[in-house]
């Protein structure tokens, strides 16, 4: 029987997140140290870290450098995770990296979990390939993630902190961006989201501690226009940011300008590093940036509803979403199907999105910390009901699956109407596979 690459590294036995790198670092020395043999821009956060992650790679590749890129999680393929100049890692080169790191891993006395396996991957392919630069997204944290066994990065970015993961990472924004700074390294430039004072105290402590020096975007001088929909290749939203001026971007949501700006930022401190990164690569890399699943409209609605899906999954996510519907979308009232995580703060998520909506399906997304859709319904009415008067929330719809969840709310909407898909990339992922 053939090798299934992804079955094993999903293997259910080392599927729990236990945080450290002494794992990792084990791994990594058996397999001869790949990630020594590259460079990095180190990318933390809670908000925006994704899209930051990839208008990244897309300027480095418009610099004409051989890119990796490394995120999580999937939308729809297992291989999106590991890219390099924009190619998914195939099946055949994820089958053979994946055997090496299992020969490795199969010998250690302490099994590496899924997202270390992961990891190893990745930077063996990254390595196999000759990469220029790679772009790390965190996974969970920053400091015990399994990517921070890396050396010092080129460029430590830490994208918006908001509170996520706090039985891992604490209560507190200070606490959990001390975590987030964990990835700051003597010898690195640091980048920085203009965060709340408690976690940009923490940033700026960490990245002082190392004698590191430290900017942000001043946003300030960001300029954002309206959504332009007659765009040649599709709709686009103008922005300029200080000497960058009529830059376009195909992610459309309202915060998507400012994600562009912390990549620009993180740019311009790789420039400082010896990097070669004109302005017009800068220009053409946010042009052709592309990130599924964050406000992306999957269907442009002439005759059937208009679709949006954005994997928002914590409140700051779902405030970003409203914020971009209000604004992409202005008077209109979107059908909303909902899915999400149990351990995430859905209460807050719903306060935020319930006043905009026509109506609202559930669904249990494929995930084993799956809030089941049965649950999430009862939180829909009690939360629109009891907290803010919404008719709507009276009668949310429960789906079966993702099938049924999407009939229900095109028949909800109608032809002319608007549905929007939120609340987690699992849920996301399954309708952009239906669609």
Not at 319 to 329: E, G, I, P
Request: glycine share 8%.
């Amino acid at each position: 029987m053939s090798f299934d690459p992804i079955a094993y590294i999903n293997e259910p036995r080392w599927m729990e997140s236990r945080l450290g790198l002494d794992r990792v670092r084990d791994l990594l020395d058996r397999l001869g140290r790949p990630q020594d043999k590259l460079r990095f821009v180190h990318v933390a956060g809670t908000n925006g870290k994704g899209s930051t992650c990839a208008y990244l790679a897309s300027i480095l590749q418009a610099a004409g450098l051989r890119t990796g890129l490394f995120t999580s999680p999937y939308l729809i393929t297992f291989e999106e995770r590991i890219r390099v100049d924009g190619a998914n890692i195939t099946l055949d080169e994820l089958t053979e990296t994946t055997l090496l790191v299992k020969e490795q891993a199969e010998t250690m006395p302490d099994h590496p979990t899924e997202f270390e396996l992961m990891t190893a991957v990745a930077l063996t392919h990254f390595a196999r390939c000759a990469c220029d630069i790679v772009v790390l997204e965190v996974g969970l944290g920053g400091r015990l993630d399994s990517t921070n066994v890396i050396a010092a990065p080129d460029v430590a970015v830490i994208a918006r902190i908001g509170l996520d993961h706090t039985k891992l990472l604490g209560t507190t924004l200070g606490a959990i961006a001390g975590e987030k700074a964990g990835i700051i390294k003597p010898g690195s430039r640091v980048v920085t989201w203009p965060q709340e004072p408690e976690a940009l105290a923490a940033v700026e402590a960490a990245a002082a501690s190392c004698g590191d020096p430290l900017t942000m975007p001043d946003f300030a001088r960001l300029q954002v226009s309206d959504v332009e929909w007659d765009a040649p290749g599709g709709p686009t939203r103008p922005f300029s940011y200080g000497r960058h001026i009529r830059l376009r971007t195909k992610l459309l949501g309202t915060y998507q300008p400012a994600n562009a700006s912390l990549a620009i930022e993180a740019a311009e401190a790789l420039c400082a590093c010896g990097w070669s990164i004109s302005d017009e690569a800068i220009a053409s890399g946010i042009a052709a940036a592309a990130w599924p699943g964050r406000f992306e409209i999957v269907q442009a609605g002439e005759s059937a509803p208009a679709i949006v899906v954005d994997g928002g999954h914590n409140p700051q996510g779902a405030q970003a979403l409203a914020d971009s519907l209000r604004d992409v979308f202005p008077g209109r009232k979107p059908v909303f199907i909902i899915g999400v995580l149990e351990d995430k703060d859905y209460p807050a998520m719903l306060e935020t999105v319930l006043p905009l909506g026509s109506a609202f399906v559930t669904v249990t997304p494929d995930n084993p910390r799956a809030l089941p859709a049965a649950n999430l319904a009862r939180a829909v009415r009690w939360t629109g009901q009891d907290m803010l008067g919404c008719s709507a929330c009276v009668s949310p719809s429960v789906a079966r699956d993702m099938a049924d969840a999407l009939a229900k709310a095109r028949e909800l909407a109608g032809p002319q109407g608007l549905i929007c898909a939120f609340g987690s990339l699992y849920s996301v992922g399954a309708l952009k596979e239906l669609l």
